[in-house]
């Protein structure tokens, strides 16, 4: 089967790979309908990670060919969606919410999803089956949910957007717009967007922002404050994952809000007692979107959200180079490949 | 009157100051009962933070001697319990509980609360009368109430310490045993506290401690792992203030799991790799204790807790110097200075 391979950083490659195989009784094996490019795989491919002939990808939707033994939860043929880690989904930690932290979790990615066909550890407490085979229409946002939609939806609840709550959101990727989307589905009264792009704010508008904020940095706290009469904003999403954006975040929010970070940290470090004297709550971390997966893919099925509006560039899984040169190059938000 | 100066580190004096007055007319003046040495006072005795001709405390409970014409809930007479933040308890950071972050919050301590006299800014928002006069055997437990048991609720609260919940505790000074009181009096299953003094161990279970772990660092967590069948605490309280005590908090916590953290912070960096890799919830800073006040009093004067049995040491306020060098010396655990 073809795949896609990052040899180095900026040399990414499809190539022919082994066929995924039922390795434990517990494993699936699907066949994708489509993956994606994660804002996360353009680390290495900037060199900010490093990597050396990688298989990518860790986000999935298709249709299960083989379970193991021991699969009870899903058979050939059902149509599903995983999230980036597997979960037993039946330890103390999955049951308290943190599936992406479970005692068997492994990474859905280690053979890459970026590919045709991908083996999934851990069927029974990782796939969510939709409730019959999708409308092809449907297939951009069931991916979304996978990852970036259950990533921006962890995000505010970390932070704890809802009703009578102002929340301010910290980057404009796919995570960002769709943590608004989250934010809005959540009830929060107000979504204050951080963002300099016109492509990316209107997207945000659509998706519930009712204000944009332009500047960054201090400017961009300064502005947060005098949109909330000068105290902050009670939750803040951050999702981008550097100094800057982490910083930000605390800034923006008031002393007893919650920051809800979930932008993958390089080289960030927090000054304790800078965070000490802010009173924010602080939570995030790789985000549980098993918990979110089968309210998601309801609200997906019933067309109440439409989080796939994020893929702006869908090119087949064999143009996949293509792919990451245009999200490296912010000429689009994601990158869906079709399979 | 007589009141402590810290003229340098080390240098601890008792000397004539000037008799405080009402300066605005939110103000109240009390007279002090009895007044205490902080853990936090021992960072500027001991050089760790500048120091020079500082005037000194911040807890204090006494009687109100003298109100501003705008102060309408304590009169002339009330015996009163305030905390190291005064605030006027009305802004919409006071009401979300956050009043040691209070628009208008003043430093108590910013004349002295170790002295005969102390000026009480916001004295409406700020202090809370107890229902009549005190026993005086009750004295130290309310002026407990006033920063160490006030922190140490806080940091069980911010844990989310509770029925059901493994509560791990850093720190053994007085805001960590008092942290144990909170864990026991919310609710907690289980309370390990962490320490290697006999005496404070003692005290530890005499609070609700179920459990003593005497290892520290890296031996420390893998011993609260082994007691929390690998997962960690569900709850953890730091109460220290070093990068050793949040590096062991946050690693001593499950993911999801939360970390209430209350020790001030002193030269901490937290990694932001390693944080978000935790998954743990993080909160703390300076505790609003106004908002526990009320509750806190009326279990003290219902004599359901003893937190005043954290003072170890009592002295007149005149041996101040002998208080901070017992404290120190790790003598006492917390002096009480007698006024």
């Given at each position: 089967?073809r ?18 195989q039922?390795v ?39 249709t ?18 995983g999230?980036?880690?597997?979960s037993d ?29 991908a ?61 608004i ?36 940095g ?64 602080l ?57």
């Open positions: 089967m795949g896609v391979i990052m040899h180095a950083p900026g040399d990414v490659r499809v190539e022919d790979r082994e066929h995924p039922i434990d009784p517990t494993d699936a094996v699907i066949r994708l309908a489509a993956t994606c490019i994660c804002g996360s795989d353009l680390w290495p491919y900037r060199g900010a990670d490093d990597v050396h002939d990688a298989t990518m990808g860790h986000e999935y939707v298709g299960v060919t083989e379970v193991g033994a021991a699969v009870q939860n899903v058979t050939v043929g059902d149509f599903v969606v999230s980036f880690f597997t989904n039946t330890c103390e930690i999955c049951r308290a919410g943190y599936q992406s932290f479970c005692v068997h979790r492994t990474p859905a990615g280690r053979e890459g999803t970026q590919a045709e066909y083996r999934i550890p851990n069927a029974d407490g990782t796939l969510v089956a939709t409730p019959g085979q999708p409308d092809p229409d449907l297939i951009p946002s069931l991916l979304a949910a996978s990852d970036v939609l259950g990533t921006g939806w962890f995000a505010a609840v970390a932070a704890e957007a809802g009703p009578g709550k102002t929340v301010a959101v910290v980057g404009d990727g796919a995570v960002g717009l769709l943590g989307l989250a934010a809005k589905q959540l009830g929060a009264e107000r979504i204050i967007a951080m963002s300099r792009h016109a492509d990316r704010q209107a997207l945000a508008r659509r998706f519930g922002a009712t204000d944009i904020v332009e500047e960054r201090s400017a961009g706290v300064a502005r947060i404050r005098e949109l909330t009469d000068g105290l902050g904003a009670h939750s803040t999403i951050e999702a981008v994952g550097t100094q800057e954006s982490m910083t930000q975040a605390i800034r923006s929010t008031r002393a007893g809000g919650h920051v809800g970070y979930v932008g993958v940290s390089h080289d960030v470090t927090l000054d304790g007692q800078r965070l000490f004297h802010s009173g924010v709550h939570h995030g971390g790789p985000a549980p979107v098993r918990r979110f997966l089968p309210e998601l893919i309801q609200l997906i099925w019933d067309r109440e959200i439409d989080p796939g509006v994020v893929f702006d560039l869908t090119l087949p899984l064999e143009e996949a180079a293509e792919g990451y040169k245009a999200m490296d190059e912010r000429r689009a938000i994601k990158v869906l490949l079709t399979v």
